[in-house]
């Protein structure tokens, strides 16, 4: 069999899913070498600031790394902003829609609101409201993702900063997005781990 016999999915039978599932399976494999080579495009994404979008990446992931954050924070920091290629409107959702079958929910949420909390940095210069992230006063992630920017997001635009390369990090992408989709164990719903250690 080279493909499926059906044209449309109601019509598909067991050997047509049976078929489908390892390719399936196979596919969902090669997603931390596809994220790995997303991120490489952001040194052609948007410009402006004084490091590229792959830049400000790494380096958001290299600050996490030196506070001694543990692999969900580093893996989420890295990624936060990958979502900038295709939604940049709401790449901070984009970016939790990938991250969030693989790491703790804690990381997810963060990285789903950063950008309302960014605003408290630069709202009043663009008219924005900078306080948009009282919104989600009283969430219990709500103190981490105040965190995440002020240490990791909005501090990470410096050339001059020791940045480790995308070498560095791609044996933790890989871990991450080798883990089982959903694990109770790694989602672990309503816990949090520190930032910095």
């Known amino acids: 069999m080279e493909h499926v016999k059906f ?3 109601k019509d598909g039978d067991k050997e047509d899913y049976a078929f489908l599932h390892p390719l399936e399976v196979e596919y969902a494999s090669g997603t ?3 994220l790995l080579k997303a991120l490489v495009s952001l040194d052609e994404s948007l410009s402006g600031y004084q490091v590229t979008r792959l830049g400000h990446s790494l380096q958001s992931a290299t600050r996490a ?3 001694g954050a543990d692999i969900d924070w580093v893996v989420s920091a890295l990624l936060h902003d990958i979502g900038d290629i295709f939604a940049p ?3 901070d959702e984009y970016a939790a829609a990938i991250l969030k079958p693989f790491v703790r929910e804690q990381c997810t949420w963060v990285v789903e609101k950063h950008g309302d909390f960014q605003m408290i940095y630069y709202g009043h210069h663009v008219g924005a409201d900078p306080e948009k992230r009282q919104q989600y006063a009283g969430h219990r992630y709500f ?3 105040v965190a995440f920017c002020a240490r990791w ?3 990470s635009f410096d050339p001059g900063y020791d940045t480790r390369p995308i070498e560095h990090f791609a044996a933790r992408v890989h871990e991450v997005f080798a883990r089982q989709a959903y694990d109770p164990a790694v989602i672990r719903t309503g816990e ?3 930032l910095v250690v």
Do not use: I, K, S
Request: proline share 5%; glycine share 0%.
């Open 7 to 9: 044209t449309a999915m």
């Open 153 to 155: 997001d909005q501090a």
């Open 65 to 67: 790394e030196r506070d």
């Open 32 to 34: 931390a070498d596809r």
């Open 143 to 145: 103190d981490d993702c």
């Open 192 to 194: 949090r781990e520190p």
């Open 89 to 91: 409107y709401n790449h």
